[in-house]
């Protein structure tokens, strides 16, 4: 897959959607979360958390116990939020901007969906720098469903999306260039220091 083949296919994905409302995909959710291993930390990186998203985040405990990190079963080592509709849409367009509105082609897993990490929480625009907080990074993680994706995790009479209906890596880049205005690259620009 290349960036030009999305660009050729582009107008074929737009036409679709307005043919037929119900194959146009949306932003189903993004789930942030702050990994740090535990301690002090970690009641930091919520704070962090709720300050940036105005929700009150979730423990994530460790699965099994890790001598060499000083990690136990079952201890708290993360925190995360999931945000849905205009609230996770607002987000987004916040956290691409420390981006630069870019994202590369290898963000995007055969589902749609979309992840992309901040090395630091302040380069997120009117974000701060708190010295009791320091600098935390975070993960972002995009899910792209189209309307009837419900049908696969509903608790009575489950049944599989069928193939048709599935989103492609390459109509999800679409309709997030689209909606938010980025650019999609193959590799990372190389950058230019001056000294």
């Known amino acids: 897959m290349s960036t030009e083949n999305i660009i050729e296919n ?16 949306f932003i189903a959710k993004v789930v942030v979360d702050i990994c740090t291993g535990g301690g002090e930390e970690l009641s930091k990186a919520a704070t962090i958390l709720e300050q940036l998203t105005g929700q009150k ?8 116990t890790v001598r060499d990190f000083g990690i136990r079963r079952n201890e708290p080592i993360a925190v995360r939020v999931t945000l849905r509709n205009q609230i996770a849409e607002k987000f987004l367009q916040r956290t ?14 055969d589902d749609g969906n979309f992840a992309f990490g901040i090395s630091e929480h302040i380069n997120i625009p009117d974000v701060k720098y ?21 049908i696969k995790r509903r608790k009575r009479r489950k049944a599989k999306v069928p193939y048709r209906h599935r989103l492609t890596p390459e109509e999800s880049m679409v309709f997030v260039k689209n ?17």
Not at 10 to 25: C, I, N, Q, S
Not at 57 to 64: D, K, L, M, N, V
Not at 181 to 187: S, V
């Open 10 to 25: 582009e107008k074929l994905y737009t036409d679709d959607w307005k043919a037929y409302p119900m194959r146009e995909p």
């Open 57 to 64: 985040p979730i423990h994530s405990r460790a699965r099994q």
């Open 179 to 195: 909606k938010f205005g980025i650019e999609i690259l193959e590799k990372e620009r190389e950058r230019t220091y001056l000294f």
């Open 130 to 150: 708190d010295p009791q907080l320091g600098v935390q990074g975070m993960n972002i993680t995009v899910c792209v469903e189209r309307p009837g994706f419900r």
């Open 96 to 109: 691409m901007k420390a981006k630069d509105d870019v994202l590369l082609l290898k963000n995007w897993d």
